[in-house]
């Protein structure tokens, strides 16, 4: 939705409130009279509450007002229409959704994995189907109301509205029965947006926007995605491992059998608390070291002990299996442990965890990737086995999580016995060689075009730092497999969508994939960069990597976003799957939480300015006011300035006063409006005081941030200048832009 409707969306829903209420005429601007087609425009309203279920209801009349008061005369009608505080915008959400473009659709060539008249666009299409002369409308934000992320789950879905479904159970027919039967489909397209509180939101793909998104967000959603975690421990110290927000269910969608108990994952477990560990690292909070110390208890409980490299070993046994992965992240996270505290506590399991990850690796560097699995060896352990069986207990992730654990305790475990160090590092570096030179030969059918070993790049960039494991081959395949990503990612100059920037694809195409785990790799390239001393490959994998980051900020649940949860306090700053997925399993919140507080330690301010100056901005010559008709002047001359194809003219503004007279000052509001107006100002950043000023803007919404000093304002300052920009510094002469102008002037290509 273009973000100059907001203040008119505002105004719209406020008065269709009081209608709701009182009656009272609804008035309508004509900026969004000129939206509506009376052919086209489908309007559906919904009020959502928690812990009620939605309603809504749809109409098209000839006119907008029309159509507005017979919908809300339908949801009066309804049974359950009391049981919402309409009066209570703190209550009772309503969202407004208008159909603005219909076109056609060839329903059997549907799809969402490539660029064809017929993609579907989970969240941004929607379909009007009509069926036995019933038309219906399937609204895009439909996708997020019902976690549809795919063609088959969107059929499916569909076929329960027109009632196919009960013709079978089985989805694939469902979903074979909506492509053949006699109904005719249209691509739809909507502006969407919800009230919260005393405001309204625009959404896209259902979700608020635009995205926040600076370095001070990023901690405090990273933090807050922590408290979650520990918010959500069962008594027993393990996490909830899934919960959907829409359904407001625990029960795994992939294992729905297991109810008592619900299913869990003792890898993803491990995650969990390494996560906790990085919140102690950024806080020293000891919130989070206690609740890790308590999922480290429960972790002990899966525990099983046998005798192997000469001495106790031990491997978490869960789910009828013992996976090499689950060895090497319990001992990732234990070893967290011991890094922040120095504790002792643990460190025969410490022991016992690395003598059995030594056991699994075989003569020829090779990693097991189980050590006990039931549908092998009679459940017993595999000691041995052939290369039919190694290919059937093959996995990506193992090797790097065990490689990452044994790294952390031979850099940083006291006192370990002599042969048991030496064994570390001969079968590491044995592993390695097999994982970076071996393995890409011997499973070259089980590669994807988009790398996914993040945990062997975490585990390099500690190994780099041991003597004798500083291998160029070893360094080349992080910096290969980040590449990769890289090569495999949405970029503003090729994203389907805006929300697709920074995303990840296999073939281009796809429907978006934001992955928080592949970053944990890529910010583990990053520090490596750093320490070989690499500058220019660094400023390059941090450039690439905010936007990734940025991206992976859509899949954050926030009060904004969780209007259609039955109980949104559930959910709140947790990471959700994907884009249009309503669920959260604990390791979409690990991922993110642990990528993120990574990259905050990062100093990445210059590489913001690096990404932004680098796509070519001019900057115009600092202007220092000291009165009023100064800053006129400044308007006056900003309208006269027209920028390149694509440009915008962006405004960085102090305070507006006399600087003699400050107390005496007074604006001339219409004229202020006029003159701002005149410019042709897309966005506006200012510090100090001028919230004082608020009133002088004929348009809120190219008001963008605002913050006490330009700090607050430069990561996303920078992450928002384009090329062809055209950017101004209006400051009083003692304001701290002056200093964000020579950062600027530092990069721009003109003045």
Same mark, same amino acid.
């Given at each position: ?38 052919? *086209? ?36 009608? !309804? ?7 309409? !009066? ?27 660029? +064809? ?6 969240? *941004? ?21 019902? +976690? ?111 109810? !008592? ?70 001992? &990732? ?52 086995? +052939? ?76 190994? &780099? ?160 006011? !000291? +009165?009023?008709?100064? &800053? ?26 006399? &600087? ?66 055209? *950017? ?24």
């Amino acid at each position: 939705m273009n973000m100059e409707l907001t203040p008119h969306f505002k105004k719209l829903l406020d008065n269709f409130r009081r209608h709701l209420m009182e009656g009272d005429t609804i008035e309508i601007s004509d900026e969004i009279n000129q939206q509506f087609n009376p052919d *086209v425009s489908q309007i559906y309203i919904s009020l959502f509450q928690p812990q009620l279920k939605l309603i809504r209801w749809g109409a098209k009349r000839n006119t907008l007002e029309a159509t507005l008061k017979r919908i809300a005369t339908q949801l009066k009608s !309804n049974p359950r229409y009391l049981e919402f505080s309409v !009066n209570n915008p703190d209550k009772c959400r309503i969202m407004f959704e208008m159909v603005i473009k219909e076109s056609p659709c060839e329903i059997r060539n549907l799809t969402t994995q490539k660029v +064809s008249v017929n993609r579907f666009e989970p969240g *941004v299409n929607g379909l009007k189907y009509i069926y036995k002369d019933t038309p219906r409308y399937f609204m895009p934000t439909d996708a997020i109301t019902h +976690s549809i992320m795919s063609v088959n789950q969107l059929l499916n879905y569909l076929s329960k509205t027109t009632g196919i479904a009960k013709k079978t159970n089985k989805i694939s027919e469902r979903t074979h029965l909506m492509r053949r039967e006699p109904i005719e489909y249209s691509f739809i397209e909507s502006i969407a947006c919800i009230s919260y509180q005393d405001k309204v939101v625009p959404l896209y793909r259902g979700y608020p926007t635009p995205v926040e998104y600076n370095k001070k967000v990023m901690l405090e959603s990273t933090l807050k995605s922590m408290d979650w975690l520990v918010d959500n421990m069962n008594e027993d110290g393990s996490f909830l491992y899934f919960y959907d927000g829409i359904k407001d269910t625990q029960v795994d969608l992939d294992h729905p059998k297991m109810t !008592n108990p619900l299913y869990n994952n003792i890898l993803r477990h491990s995650g969990g608390t390494v996560t906790l560990l990085r919140g102690y690292e950024l806080t020293k909070n000891t919130r989070y070291l206690d609740a890790a110390k308590h999922s480290i208890e429960f972790l002990l409980t899966t525990f099983r002990e046998h005798q192997c490299q000469g001495g106790d070993a031990c491997y978490p046994f869960f789910n009828k299996k013992s996976k090499l992965g689950g060895a090497g992240i319990a001992l &990732v996270a234990m070893m967290h442990y011991y890094l922040h505290t120095d504790d002792e506590t643990y460190r025969s399991y410490l022991d016992g965890l690395v003598r059995h990850i030594l056991s699994r690796v075989d003569s020829e560097g090779e990693m097991l990737g189980y050590y006990i699995h039931p549908k092998f060896n009679k459940g017993q352990p595999i000691i041995d086995p +052939s290369d039919e069986v190694k290919k059937e207990l093959f996995s990506f992730y193992y090797p790097g999580e065990a490689l990452l654990g044994l790294a952390l305790y031979y850099r940083h475990i006291k006192n370990i016995e002599p042969k048991l160090k030496q064994d570390i590092y001969s079968k590491s570096l044995q592993a390695l060689d097999f994982l970076v030179d071996v393995r890409p030969i011997k499973y070259d059918y089980l590669f994807d075009s988009l790398p996914a070993d993040a945990w062997l790049m975490q585990a390099i960039e500690e190994w &780099v730092k041991v003597e004798g494991f500083k291998k160029q081959s070893y360094i080349d395949f992080v910096f290969n497999d980040t590449q990769a990503m890289f090569d495999h990612m949405y970029t503003e100059e090729n994203a389907l969508a805006p929300d697709y920037v920074g995303g990840f694809f296999y073939n281009y195409g796809d429907h978006v994939y934001h992955d928080a785990s592949r970053n944990e790799g890529i910010v583990a390239a990053y520090y490596l960069a750093q320490y070989l001393g690499d500058k220019e490959r660094a400023a390059y994998i941090m450039q690439n990597m905010l936007k990734s980051a940025k991206g992976l900020m859509h899949t954050l649940h926030t009060p904004e976003s969780t209007y259609a949860h039955k109980y949104p306090q559930k959910s709140i700053n947790s990471f959700r799957f994907k884009m249009t997925r309503q669920w959260v399993r604990v390791d979409s919140v690990q991922h993110a939480a642990c990528f993120f507080a990574r990259l905050y330690l990062c100093d990445f301010n210059e590489a913001l300015v690096t990404e932004s100056l680098s796509k070519g901005f001019y900057l115009h010559p600092i202007c220092i006011v !000291n +009165s009023l008709v100064e &800053v006129e002047q400044i308007f006056d001359e900003i309208s006269q300035l027209t920028p390149s194809t694509g440009g915008k003219k962006i405004l960085l503004s102090s305070e507006f006063y006399d &600087v003699e007279h400050q107390a005496d000052t007074v604006l001339d509001i219409e004229k202020y409006q006029r003159l701002i107006k005149q410019s042709g100002i897309d966005a506006l950043y200012t510090v100090e005081r001028f919230r004082e000023h608020i009133s002088v803007l004929p348009d809120v919404s190219i008001w963008k941030n605002h913050s006490d000093s330009y700090l607050g304002l430069e990561q996303e300052l920078m992450g928002n200048i384009d090329k062809n920009d055209m *950017v101004f510094v209006c400051a009083l002469k003692n304001s701290d832009l002056n200093e964000l102008y020579e950062k600027l002037a530092h990069y721009c290509i003109a003045g």
